[in-house]
């Protein structure tokens, strides 16, 4: 039970400020870049806390609590991200809390995202780096300057260990907590340079396995997601949706719905009806005998997945369809029309679903004027959650009380601009005045769930008379993601969508005369960012038909990737490893040994680039694919915990395995057509192959490791597939029909 407050929640305030003194909340960003706040000293419940900046506190009693400022959805990063200023404050990391950002403060705002509070992309790691990096380093200066103005010793004769300020000429030692704890003094806030941070030679968290925080919780089934809030007085909400979008209720017959014992009350909403009851049992039943006669004239009456993605296709094939650049290197028009050979291929996918564990849910409790709400709710943005409360109340962030909970896996669903399953929550709990829990079911989530959207993708790439690639050209037909999910966002980036197009522009290879444009076509479902974003569909077609082009070159696909890697070391040395674990140059010149054999990919999510091999064996009676081994070399940069990593590109490959063969969403007249789990397969336990991750690291900062399993893995397949039955697949996903159909070409 979690215990619903009156009151939003307040900053805490420290005993000590550094900037100013002053009996308000300031603010100021150095040099460094680093946001730097003092608050008021009026909470003498706080009085012991040292705040050196708006990331740390330290308490009396030793403990040094973190802000986490981005959202869990199973990635680790409410682990990773408070390690890297804990390496930096050299704190002893039992001490150390984790304090979940609950409300919507641009202070501590995803640099990669323009300030704006978003985990999405594979950017916490990343974006938050040099932020974190910073705080820590900032306040180990500080821990040391009070110190040394307490022992009356120069600075530099001090160091820290471990949650430990030292002396050693004297041997004395204070602990971060007996500093926090000594009479305030006025310091200046030190700025911190590149120079004042540890070299990676000193690291002892960084680059360590550190136990994920999350994880004992979630192990013990005792973590809380919104799904599982309770509050005081709360009822439940289901909503019937109108089957097609666009649709509304024109006449409500409730008289079923109101006789289940239980049942409240319905709520019209915009495209559906709630149905709230003291349980959610009697509210799913109140549902099922509710009666609704919907509107029959919404456009997307018409949207059907089969002939628009044949309109994707004629508009991916068609040159004068207006198109958007992507990526753009030399001329890939000259270079074309001057090689030996030219070859063309036609590769599609499928809408897919996001597949979240943890069923979309959202606690909304409006208070008596409507105008202010305390919320519990999982989202992979506290800047759009807050906004989505004001816009449905037509208030301001300061009446909100934001509680974020972990998810139960996310993948791109709940990043949109208007949070609908949170829309809905508050709605009905206004309308009744109670505190109100919405839970979609799995059924919902699939018939009224937020897509990846299909795509057709032609590429044109021609060969010289001795083997070499001489000119790319990638059309992907496909609408844009974020002119849907996010249309504020669509009018600072019309027309580059990376959503839609991420992975199109091949940027590891050396290519000189390139070209990927992206053909705009028209929206025909709900479109959300999904797991990798473009880069699941374009890498596949990508690296699917980098295949053929070294089939028709009578090259070997290493040796022909290899070639295009001549000016990327790091992605050589990557391919070799790969190939070197799965033993690739032991393979027959078939490429098949007895029923099994192997398919190599490369690619890449923003700076992360990752090779991967695929083992498969097939059913040739059912048409059924078996990924039985998979090797992959990822370099992504400083790997802040391996063992997370690992198991975050392990997750990424199982997701792109349920992509290449399982998952496909269909539409029909305007409704979805699958239902749940048993229709919409998601990769089964028994299915998933024995992986194996190595990571190169380099030099360079951490570039995320999210979504970089995902890219490779349906190419890797595909290619698999062709050195096992000469024959290509080119329609994501290769369901048994779709095998059994290339099997007979």
Known sequence: MIRLTSESPIPRLS????????????????????????????????????????????????????????????????????????????????????EQLDRDDRAFGNPLFGGVLYTAGSTGVSGYFDPLRKAGAQARQLLLQIAADHWSVPRDSLVTEPGVVAHPETGRRMSYGEIAALPPVALAIPEIAESDLKPRSAYRLIGQSVPRRDVPAKSRGTEVYAIDVRVPGMIYATVLRSPVEGETPREIDETETLSVAGVLQTVALPDGVAVAADSLEAALAGRERLQVVWSADSPARAFDSEVDLASYVDAAADPDHKSAPWRSEGDAATALAGAERVLEADYLSDYAYHAQMEPMAAVAAVDADGKGAEVWAGSQTQSWTVRTITDVLETTPDRIRLHMMTMGGSFGRRTALTQEYLRDALLVSKALGRPVKTVWTREDDIKFGWFRPAAAQKLRAGLTADGQLAGWHHRVATPSVIAYFNPLRWEQVDPSDIISMRGAESKFYGIPDFLAEHVITERRARLAPWRAIGASYTSFAAEAF???????????????????????????????????????????????????????????????????????????????????????????????????????????????????????????????????????????????????????????????????????????????????TGKRLRHLPFTPDRVLEALAS
Do not use: C, K
């Open 546 to 724: 980098m295949d053929e082009l070294a089939e028709a070159a009578g090259r070997d696909p290493l040796a022909f990737r290899l070639d295009l890697l001549r000016d990327n070391p790091r992605g050589r040395r990557l391919l070799e490893r790969v190939a070197e674990m799965a033993g690739w140059s032991d393979r027959p010149q078939t490429g098949a040994v007895g029923d099994r054999a192997l398919g190599l990919s490369f690619a890449g999510y923003g700076d992360t680039m990752a090779a991967g091999i695929a083992e498969i064996s097939l059913d040739r009676d059912s048409g059924r694919i078996a990924v039985h081994r998979f090797w992959s070399a990822v370099d992504g940069g400083l790997v802040i915990s391996p063992d997370n990593a690992q198991a975050q590109v392990e997750g990424g490959i199982i997701y792109g395995l349920g992509s290449a063969l399982r998952e496909r969403i269909t539409i029909r007249n305007g409704e979805v057509e699958q239902n749940n789990f048993y229709d919409y397969e998601i990769l089964r336990a028994n299915e998933v192959p024995e992986i194996e991750v190595q990571f190169q690291v380099s030099d360079g900062p951490p570039t995320g490791m999210g979504e970089v399993g995902t890219p490779m893995t349906s190419a890797a397949v595909a290619n698999a597939f062709h050195a096992l």
């Open 15 to 98: 005993r000590r400020s550094f900037l100013g003194g002053a009996a308000a909340l300031s603010f100021a960003v150095g040099s460094s870049g680093l946001t730097q706040v003092a608050w008021s000293a009026t909470d003498s419940a706080a009085m012991d806390d040292l705040e050196p900046n708006i990331w740390v506190r330290i308490a009396a009693d030793d403990s040094i609590t973190i802000v986490f400022p981005s959202t869990e959805m199973g990635q680790g990063s409410s682990t990773a991200l408070p390690v890297i200023l804990a390496e930096e404050l050299d704190a002893d990391w039992d001490q150390v809390r984790v």
